[in-house]
């Protein structure tokens, strides 16, 4: 049976574990054991808190296999990204460009760079090893207890949630579109 709850210290070795397996562009869950110290202890210190308003808590979670006594999938949610400093995101725009003399209508998509400085909650971190995929829905519960945590502690967050994607990365470990941006 696997279970959701908060990821304490004592989870550092097998969340690094995990993190090993995730492949480059995960920039959440890096393998690097100093940094995942520092996000559990940060997590654990807003567990202990629960905010009345938004203010960049992190709230990580841990999925626990409890018959093999492991943590097999990790998720984590920002209850509010910018404010602090700029969030820079992206928002596809279209420009249109026409010609009534020439009979001409062009519409060209392009990406806007943002800077957020009141920004949304963040869902992120959702890794699942992979011998747990494609069976019981675990990626499914993984993905979906961050909302119910929301909902529970719907004070806590900001009212719009955003989800970084992770995007291709090619055979040498470069993500192909910041190479072509």
Same mark, same amino acid.
């Given at each position: 049976?696997?279970?959701? +709850?908060?990821?304490?210290?004592?989870?550092?070795?097998?969340?690094?574990?995990?993190?090993?397996?995730?492949?480059?562009?995960?920039?959440? @869950? #890096?393998?690097? +054991?100093?940094?995942?110290?520092?996000?559990?202890?940060?997590?654990?210190?807003?567990?202990?808190?629960?905010?009345?308003?938004?203010?960049?808590?992190?709230?990580?979670?841990? !999925?626990?296999?409890?018959?093999?006594? +492991?943590?097999?999938?990790?998720?984590?949610?920002?209850?509010?990204?910018?404010?602090?400093? #700029?969030?820079?995101?992206?928002?596809?725009?279209?420009?249109? $460009?026409?010609?009534?003399?020439?009979?001409?209508?062009?519409?060209?998509?392009?990406?806007?760079?943002?800077?957020? $400085?009141?920004? #949304?909650?963040?869902?992120?971190?959702?890794?699942?090893?992979?011998?747990?995929?494609?069976?019981? $829905?675990?990626?499914? @519960?993984?993905?979906?207890?961050?909302?119910?945590?929301?909902?529970?502690?719907?004070?806590?967050?900001? #009212?719009?949630?955003?989800?970084? !994607?992770?995007?291709?990365?090619?055979?040498?470990?470069?993500?192909?579109?910041?190479?072509?941006?």
């Amino acid at each position: 049976m696997q279970v959701m +709850r908060p990821v304490t210290l004592e989870d550092l070795e097998q969340v690094y574990a995990l993190a090993a397996q995730a492949a480059s562009g995960l920039t959440t @869950l #890096p393998a690097d +054991r100093e940094i995942l110290r520092e996000r559990i202890e940060e997590s654990c210190r807003s567990f202990e808190k629960k905010p009345r308003k938004p203010g960049g808590e992190v709230f990580f979670f841990v !999925m626990e296999d409890l018959e093999a006594g +492991r943590i097999v999938g990790t998720c984590a949610i920002v209850t509010k990204v910018g404010g602090f400093e #700029p969030f820079y995101t992206y928002r596809i725009e279209t420009a249109v $460009h026409e010609s009534k003399v020439l009979n001409i209508r062009q519409e060209v998509s392009y990406l806007q760079l943002v800077a957020n $400085h009141n920004g #949304p909650a963040e869902i992120g971190t959702l890794f699942l090893a992979p011998e747990y995929r494609g069976r019981d $829905h675990n990626g499914r @519960l993984l993905s979906l207890s961050r909302f119910l945590f929301i909902a529970q502690y719907s004070r806590c967050f900001e #009212p719009v949630v955003l989800a970084e !994607m992770r995007g291709c990365i090619d055979a040498n470990g470069k993500a192909v579109f910041w190479e072509a941006l």
